[in-house]
């Protein structure tokens, strides 16, 4: 009977501590974004790098990463989370105009071309975002 209760007990201990984990899974990427929010890019990295720890498909936070990245201008550190979330996530808009942009910037011609067709094909929100970043291509071809 004894081991009966303790063994109850120690299920009921590791349930309650199994959703206590989960639902702070879930709290890392929502201070990390309150964070981002106020600009504070040091504390919203940790927590995002914290976030992907428990969630590493987590596109969101790798997406949030690029963007502290590109504000810290650490273009290396940026593109390496955009193509991590183009990995996880293929059709994520965001990510894909964002890493065109990135590529126009070093001058990788070619490949700013192949996003901004890809863009066009996946793109179901704003479609107009990748004119700017075409034109800026036919700007710099033209040169």
């Not at 067709?117 to 040169?143: M, R």
Request: aromatic letters at 12%.
């Amino acid at each position: 009977m004894k081991i009966l209760i303790i063994f109850t007990f120690l299920i009921s201990f590791l349930f309650i501590n199994f959703k206590n984990v989960n639902s702070s899974e879930k709290n890392y990427f929502n201070e990390a974004v309150s964070f981002f929010e106020k600009k504070n890019f040091e504390k919203a990295k940790f927590k995002f790098e914290q976030d992907i720890v428990f969630n590493p498909k987590n596109h969101q936070s790798y997406l949030y990463l690029a963007k502290i990245f590109n504000e810290q201008k650490n273009v290396e550190q940026e593109e390496s989370n955009l193509n991590t979330v183009i990995l996880i996530h293929p059709q994520n808009e965001e990510a894909t105009l964002a890493l065109a942009k990135l590529n126009l910037k070093k001058s990788n011609f070619s490949e700013t071309q192949k996003l901004i067709n890809k863009f066009k094909k996946i793109c179901k929100i704003d479609c107009t975002k990748s004119l700017s970043v075409e034109k800026d291509l036919k700007n710099s071809l033209n040169k």
